[in-house]
């Protein structure tokens, strides 16, 4: 047996393997028809007091299959690019009142139309194996899962990527919303020495109105091809640092600079479908203590859609 589901067996523990088996296959059968879901195991680059690697609960929607036969007829299905879900503090999972756990319909749809495109597609997670479950009413200084922790996470999984039958290796990218938003900055910023250092880069990286304000301050040099799409409105991740990280990166060739787009009246999670809402809960923001707006906008969420389709078919030179 080849591919996720023989890694499985080699890298998960016998404990990680059994909250695999208690989560994913909620997670599997309420992924839309269109989308087979796997549940694989993914090692992160960050360790565990043990000194082991950080196993991260994930799901693999693959775009094109490789031939069961493969190794005996040697038809494998042409390499296609990849993208590496990564979840915003909420985490990727969606709760249900029953206590099953299913992945959240942000994830699934987004696969369902990028595996369209002929794009695979990976969602970690990266809170439930250090057992925590959301972090938005967190204060950002007391968070017990970091950006140090999601960096490692993003980086693991690009190299597990890279490793997969049917994955075109050159064409390896990071896509995320807030929080993840943020690991997509960190996991591209050159300034960190593991990122330059990594074996497996991304070619080209998607941020949805991320907190910019740490790798503004730090200096970012990208090593991939970013895209940010934000929120003028949003008063928890604001655009304005954003804005100022896009100008003042130090960008070198073939790198571009990056690249964003704001859309007016829009709030943090635009590219959702629930009404925008206050959520006093969260002690960070623009304002802290005076909550945070949550909420989509139609008009953002459709035309944010299509600058990412036009943005993954012209970087990764895909067919209309």
């Not at 909550?291 to 943005?311: C, N, S, T």
């Amino acid at each position: 047996m080849k591919g996720p589901k023989a890694r499985i067996a080699r890298w998960a523990p016998m404990a990680l393997a059994a909250l695999i088996a208690l989560t994913a296959p909620a997670m599997a059968q309420d992924t839309p028809a269109a989308v087979a879901a796997v549940p694989v195991s993914v090692p992160s680059l960050d360790r565990v007091r043990g000194g082991g690697a950080v196993h991260l609960p994930s799901t693999w929607f693959a775009a094109t299959a490789v031939s069961p036969d493969a190794s005996a007829s040697g038809s494998v299905s042409k390499p296609a690019p990849a993208l590496v879900l990564l979840h915003g503090c909420g985490g990727a999972l969606e709760r249900r009142r029953d206590g099953t756990s299913r992945l959240g319909p942000r994830y699934t749809e987004l696969a369902a139309r990028l595996n369209a495109m002929g794009i695979h597609v990976l969602v970690t997670d990266s809170l439930t194996p250090r057992g925590e479950r959301e972090l938005c009413t967190q204060r950002t200084g007391e968070r017990r899962v970091t950006q140090l922790h999601r960096r490692r996470d993003a980086l693991g999984a690009l190299a597990w990527l890279a490793q997969q039958p049917g994955v075109d290796a050159a064409r390896l990218g990071l896509l995320g919303w807030s929080n993840g938003g943020s690991t997509v900055l960190a996991a591209t910023n050159l300034v960190h020495p593991e990122v330059k250092r990594a074996a497996v880069k991304p070619s080209l990286a998607v941020a949805f109105y991320p907190g910019c304000e740490a790798e503004l301050q730090r200096g970012y040099e990208p090593s991939a091809t970013l895209l940010m799409l934000l929120g003028e409105a949003d008063d928890w991740t604001p655009a304005a640092p954003c804005k100022a990280l896009a100008g003042a990166a130090k960008a070198a060739l073939p790198v571009p600079a990056p690249v964003w787009e704001a859309y007016g009246g829009a709030h943090h999670g635009f590219d959702g479908t629930a009404p925008v809402r206050l959520r006093r809960d969260v002690p960070n923001g623009v304002n802290p203590g005076q909550g945070v707006h949550v909420g989509g906008q139609p008009e953002a969420r459709a035309a944010a859609r299509v600058r990412l389709e036009r943005f993954l078919r012209e970087t990764w030179g895909l067919g209309a």
